[in-house]
């Protein structure tokens, strides 16, 4: 679980450290040193200017005193110049020309020998320069090692003119006064006139000349920058330069920038070494805490971790230790509760086996039901036990729900077992509802009266269609009963009342009173809790007695599973999403006739699986073929009156191999959609025949009374307008010809005995007048599986072997029969044209023929499907 | 039914053109088309609502008397018509042709079914032509029937 460290927190400090004191060193060596570089330029710039000012200055007083002493020596006589100019330390000879251009020469002797030179040596290089620079009055002449100024003075007064060799060596020593500087003179026209440094070629008389300044100090060169100032003497016409190197001028910044780097790096180390120690200090407990949940994911928890620092890291690990020993108090507070929740989660399961199975298919009613409890466990419990042809029922709702409520069940679950192993020797108990409460009530009041329960027990005694109850303080059930088979209505419900005993656990002697009815096959015992009434929906309100009851009206046609669902389906759309507030029992009794077993016997792996997990039919499936009723099969040899035959044949070879040639009652198309609502269905009308009912949901079913032809037009105009949602475009042509058909022939068969053969050979043109008593019964329905026609004669003739008969001509012959009466073709297209073609006959009381068109949209599902075959045959006494 | 059968002719020549309207019964009249002794007769069920089987029975009797050397074409079939021509023998003579007729076809993007009208040499070895839903205008339709048993008539 735990990632690998990239980059370490003591890294990421010393990072920091580093950037921060980088940071700042930098920015104030770069603010430091520029601040520093301009005072140094400042100083540079301004020495310079004061050297050029102060050499130019002295080189001017030079020259100046020179021609002073030219002046002087103007005025001597001859005689006192030789003398004078003894004096002159500086000038190594004068020439001296008269106002009458007599010349005479000078020399000084101590002076020329101080530059260890002889007079004549001296002469000759004075001889030299003579004639070159005549003409100028001041001029700089050079002899290898030797130089000198040379001065040349005209004194108007007298008209003598002076001419003076002077020595360099005082303006030598003006430029020694700045041995930081070169300096040099320049004349106006950019010749050298004296240079301290002889070897200097670097003079930028060009970029001082445009500059076009008199004086200035600037940068110049480009390969290597100097700092010059320069000042342009017009007098003199010379251009006084002094310059520098720049690298040399700033020389001393430059040191101060490389010491600058190493301080800032003696500076660096010294703080990453101070941040090292600074982040092992922070780092350490961090490591610790680390560590620590290291072992809290391996389940290592109650360790802790030591950290001393009194800092935000102490305090986390203050935390740490702390929610390590919360954890464990937690852990072990988990521990208690899953345990506690595991044992109620073991309440539930062995509470759920005191439950019956939610479907139960007995030898004389199925029992269907429901229950749900409001939290783990519940109060409420219901139990059966059967003896002697008789079923007992109990229904029982502890005060309460939970474990407290869950365990009275579990006394009221083990009364009820006890009692079955009484059913034998106190035949008096069992065989009384009353009497059953009173000893579930003896059991109870072990519990001094602290938890009370609701309970009725009722027992139904199926040889004489008897049912005893009794009622200990419980919601009374219903029984619902119809005898006549009308469509349901809230007088079809009967509530079990009578006399109501005090709740189990209340009273010492219950008083429970046995009330009795009677109850026939196919009536319900409808039984409940007060769970599915009280539990509300989101607005706060109940579910209530009167959209419970309308729910049962509105099912109870239903098989008895379908019945039960669609009740709890009705309450819980009601409830919609919000929690039931009281655990919820329904449990529906129907009565049956006997017990239906249906046997297998299928070839095709694919078809077997498909019938058999139908669960939940009605009627229960064995193995044991000699003890069903009934079998489905495919196979070609099985085909017994009373199999449900699965054949792929198409319609042609179904009546003329299958029909034909066996006593087959029940043959369906191995493409039926709704294989097993078919076989169920049909199962149902073996059974409980009931007719179409037992086929579609009647709720929409428009019936007409049909007494001669003249009304076909009014069943024209009943499939005209009749609703065909969900289906193909034109079933209506198809209900037509159907229709048109089969109340023909009810028509034209109807009556007995010379009207019978009367209207039976009667030209089709003439429509026979029916009385009331003979009146067929025209039907069409529809529900979302099925659309259903149903014509019922009264006659009761209609047989097997007359249909497959006629059947088999038309298939054989596929021709009209050319004699007096019908074409002998209308069975053929009512066949042809039905999914399900259906046969219920009453021995001499009615025939009803069902066809049943699938729901669906495509014509190629309805041309495709090989019709079904049902003939139901009952004795006209049933 | 109480939707009686009438008749309406068109006569070209040698050709006469009957209409039927209304439900082909066992009420149903043919006399007077076999009075009109035409060499060719184009029957025209465009109208025909309903037939039964003792119409079925009429139709095929008025069929056989018709002499044999006049032509017989059937014009706009309604599908419960084909459905006779399939099932019933003698629905149509030998030697009698459907000219044009209905078949149901369905476009699964409109989920609607139609009854196209197509003409019998339009459908080659039994298979439905190729059509276009006329609703959506984009998806082929299917045919919605079992085309060796509807086109049995063709062959």
């Known amino acids: 679980m735990s990632r690998r460290v990239v980059f370490p927190l003591k890294l990421k400090i010393l990072a920091i450290m580093a950037a921060l004191l980088g940071g700042s060193i930098s920015i104030y060596a770069i603010f430091a040193l520029d601040l520093f570089k301009k005072d140094k330029s400042a100083y540079i710039y301004g020495n310079n200017r004061s050297t050029i000012e102060s050499f130019h200055q002295q080189v001017d007083q030079l020259i100046s005193g020179n021609f002073d002493k030219l002046h002087v020596l103007s005025l001597m006589p001859q005689a006192k110049i030789k003398k004078l100019l003894e004096s002159y330390n500086s000038f190594y000879h004068l020439d001296y020309k008269s106002k009458l251009d007599r010349k005479d020469h000078f020399y000084n002797i101590n002076a020329i020998e101080d530059e260890n030179l002889s007079l004549s040596e001296y002469k000759n290089i004075s001889k030299n320069y003579e004639s070159r620079y005549r003409h100028k009055n001041i001029s700089i002449h050079y002899e290898n090692e030797f130089s000198f100024l040379k001065m040349s003075y005209v004194n108007v007064d007298n008209g003598v003119s002076v001419s003076a060799h002077i020595s360099l060596n005082l303006l030598k020593q003006i430029a020694s006064q700045f041995p930081q500087y070169s300096t040099y003179i320049l004349q106006m026209d950019g010749e050298q006139f004296w240079n301290s440094i002889k070897t200097d070629n670097e003079t930028f008389f060009n970029e001082i000349i445009e500059k076009k300044v008199e004086k200035a100090v600037v940068e110049l060169g480009i390969q290597e920058p100097y700092i010059v100032a320069f000042k342009i003497d017009p007098k003199r016409k010379l251009i006084f330069v002094s310059k520098i190197k720049k690298s040399e001028a700033y020389k001393v910044n430059d040191y101060l920038v490389n010491k600058s780097k190493v301080f800032g790096i003696v500076i660096l180390s010294l703080a990453g070494f101070i941040a090292l120690l600074f982040s092992r200090s922070l780092t350490s407990p961090l490591e610790s805490l680390y560590n620590l949940t290291i072992k809290f994911s391996k389940g290592e928890f109650g360790e802790k971790v030591l950290i001393k620092s009194r800092d935000e890291i102490g305090s986390l690990g203050e935390s740490f230790n702390f929610m390590s020993g919360e954890i464990v108090r937690y852990m072990s507070e988990m521990e208690e509760k899953a345990r506690l929740e595991n044992e109620v989660k073991t309440a539930k399961y062995v509470q759920s086996n005191y439950f019956p199975a939610k479907e139960i298919s007995l030898e004389r009613s199925t029992l269907s039901s429901f229950y749900t409890p409001a939290s783990e466990c519940g109060g409420d419990w219901w139990g059966y036990m059967e003896f002697d042809n008789k079923l007992v029922l109990v229904i029982a709702d502890a005060t309460g729900h939970g474990v407290p409520a869950a365990l009275l069940t579990a006394t009221a679950h083990c009364c009820i077992e006890n009692l079955k192993q009484m059913t034998s020797t106190n035949k008096d108990i069992v065989n009384s509802p009353a009497r059953i409460l009173e000893f579930m009530n003896k059991s109870i009041l072990c519990l001094d009266g602290k938890l009370l329960m609701t309970a009725f027990c009722c027992l139904i005694d199926y040889d004489s269609n008897t049912l005893i109850y009794a ?340 298939f054989e012959s596929k021709q009209h029969e050319n004699k007096e009466g019908g074409a002998g073709l209308g069975l053929y297209l009512a066949y042809s044209y039905s999914n399900q073609f259906i046969v219920n006959t009453i021995d001499g009381k009615s025939s009803e023929v069902i066809c049943i068109i699938d729901v669906n949209k495509r014509l190629k599902a309805y041309k495709e499907r090989i019709t079904s075959f049902h003939y139901f045959e009952q004795k006209g006494n049933t | 039914m109480s939707d009686k059968l009438t008749t309406k002719y068109d006569i070209d020549g040698d050709t006469a053109i009957v209409y039927f309207k209304g439900m082909i019964d066992e009420d149903s009249e043919f006399e007077t088309i076999k009075g009109l002794s035409n060499k060719t007769y184009i029957f025209d069920f465009d109208e025909v609502s309903l037939i039964n089987s003792c119409g079925i029975r009429e139709w095929v009797n008025f069929l056989e008397t018709i002499p044999k050397d006049v032509s017989l074409t059937y014009r706009n079939c309604r599908q419960i018509i084909i459905e006779q021509i399939n099932m019933v023998h003698g629905f149509i003579r030998t030697g009698a042709c459907v000219e044009s007729f209905y078949a149901p076809y369905y476009c699964e993007s409109c989920d609607e079914e139609f009854k196209v009208h197509l003409k019998s040499v339009d459908v080659k070895d039994s298979k439905a032509p190729v059509v276009t839903c006329s609703k959506c205008q984009k998806s082929e339709l299917e045919f919605d029937a079992i085309e060796q048993q509807y086109f049995q008539f063709i062959k």
């Open chain 1, 471 to 810: 009622n200990a303080s419980h919601n009374p059930p219903f029984h619902y009963s119809n005898p006549n088979g009308e469509e349901a209505t809230k007088s079809h419900f009967s509530p079990l009342l009578g006399v109501v005993g005090p709740r189990l656990g209340h009273k010492t002697d219950g008083e429970y009173i046995d009330e009795r009815i009677s109850i026939n096959d196919r009536e319900k015992i409808i039984l409940f809790t007060d769970g599915i009434l009280e539990s509300q929906n989101s607005d706060e309100k109940e579910y209530g007695q009167r959209r419970f009851f309308k729910s049962l009206i509105k099912n109870t046609l239903k098989e008895n599973a379908d019945f039960k669902k669609s009740i709890i389906d009705d309450a819980y759309e009601f409830y919609g999403k919000t929690p039931i507030n009281d655990d919820i029992t329904f449990v529906s009794v129907e009565i049956i006739k006997k017990t239906k077993k249906i046997s297998i016997d299928i070839n095709d792996d694919e078809l077997k699986s498909e019938v058999t997990s139908m669960h939940d039919l009605p009627y229960s499936i064995s193995t044991d073929e000699c003890h069903s009723i009934t079998t489905i099969t495919d196979r070609m040899d099985n085909t017994g009156e009373n199999c449900f035959l699965i054949s792929s044949l198409s319609d042609e070879d179904n009546i003329l191999k299958v029909l034909k040639t066996s006593s087959l009652n029940h043959l369906i198309g191995r493409n039926a959609k709704k294989m097993k609502l078919e076989i169920v269905n049909n199962l149902k009308q073996m059974f409980a025949p009931k007719g179409l009912s037992n086929y579609i949901n009647c709720s929409k079913n428009i019936a007409h009374l049909v007494l001669s032809k003249n009304d076909f037009s009014k069943v024209n105009s009943i499939l005209d307008k009749f609703n065909y949602d969900h289906c193909f475009q034109s079933p209506v042509d198809y209900l037509k010809i159907i229709s048109n058909e089969l109340l023909t022939n009810a028509i034209y068969h109807s009556g007995s005995g010379e009207d019978f053969i009367k209207r039976s050979q009667m030209d089709r043109n003439i429509s026979p007048i029916l009385s009331e008593e003979e009146a067929i019964v025209f039907t069409v329905g529809s529900d979302e599986n099925y659309i259903a026609i149903s014509v019922k004669d009264s006659t009761g003739r209609l047989k097997r072997s007359d249909i497959v008969n006629n059947l088999v001509r038309s």
